[in-house]
């Protein structure tokens, strides 16, 4: 039976461990093929509302655009 020469270290499985944890939980954005701005795969794009080309969700837009420029 095979058996590992040296014992493995706190910080060894620490790093191990850190290492599985991060790959659950990271975060891969790509580029909108609509808008170009930053999405999430297999989601919905947040700032323009499309899914494989399709409008899903509708985003009010000119709400937006007045508030900010009566801010500006
Ligand atoms: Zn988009």
Redesign the pocket.
Known sequence: MAVPKKATSPSRKGKRRAGQHHKLYRKHPIS??????F?LPHSV??????FKGMEVIKIKVAEEEASSESEA
């Open positions: 909108c093929p609509n808008c170009g701005d999405t794009c947040p700032s323009c509302g499309t």
